[in-house]
């Protein structure tokens, strides 16, 4: 996305299912772009046929499309060549779909949920110009998630495996303290990363130590993670 750039778009794709939001998300932009030529799509299949057949280099994409799942017609939109601005409408009780699409770096969030209009001008105004654009509810979901949604997300064993992972300690090593194989470990540490939205092994210790999955807590008490690590060391290494 080029910065300090404004586009005016010639064609606008709007691709949502609700028709409140449409009209919402359709005032906005006719108010901010009178010239520009609004197509609506009422399912991701038609979105995606509308960015074949279309020059659209403007794009607002509702996640909660009826037919296809938003975290496969969105990302294969956003990586058309010819859009240069997208805005994804995210819904806020869907971690994971928000994380995979803020890993697309190209496009601004704005939360589905919210009724602001000022808010979605702002939006689409910092989105035009090339800057990308996250509302305040889900920059904090995004950016404040805690141990208790974590522990929502991960089972048992992942819990346990992100007790090891987020002190540093390799594969091998992990398998060897929960006597399982490496390759167990790397598939553990891959579905972990993909739950929690995170990237790379550094965002993963960080997450780790910020949740208290570490050795302690701020608290200086055992996580719970940590505490089921412990009983299973135990189990399987007696004294």
């Not at 772009?33 to 509308?50: M, Y």
């Not at 090891?164 to 891959?190: C, F, K, Q």
Request: charged share 25%.
């Amino acid at each position: 996305m080029p910065h300090n750039v404004s586009l005016t778009p010639q064609y606008t794709l709007i691709a949502a299912t609700t028709p409140l939001l449409i009209s919402a998300v359709k005032n906005s932009i006719v108010g901010t772009l009178p010239e520009t030529k609004v197509h609506i799509a009422q399912d991701g299949l038609e979105a995606i046929d509308l960015t074949s057949k279309l020059s659209i280099n403007f794009a607002i994409l509702a996640s909660n499309m009826e037919d296809i799942d938003g975290l496969d017609y969105i990302p294969r939109i956003a990586n058309n060549a010819g859009i240069d601005r997208i805005i994804i409408l995210a819904d806020h009780h869907n971690p994971r779909a928000l994380d995979r699409f803020y890993r697309l770096k190209s496009v601004s969030l704005f939360s589905i949920n919210s009724s602001n209009p000022e808010d979605l001008k702002k939006c689409i105004d910092s989105t035009l110009m090339g800057h990308r654009y996250i509302c305040s509810d889900l920059y904090r979901i995004i950016y404040d998630r805690d141990a208790t949604t974590t522990s929502k997300l991960l089972s048992q064993s992942e819990e346990i495996t992100l007790s090891l992972l987020g002190e540093g300690i390799d594969n091998e090593e992990a398998a060897t303290r929960l006597a399982t194989s490496p390759h167990s470990v790397r598939g553990m540490r891959a579905r972990i990363m993909y739950k929690l939205g995170l990237r790379h092994k550094g965002e993963l210790m960080r997450f780790a130590i910020k949740n208290g999955y570490t050795r302690f807590t701020n608290k200086g008490t055992l996580h719970p993670g940590n505490e089921k690590f412990i009983t299973h060391w135990k189990r399987h290494h007696p004294a």
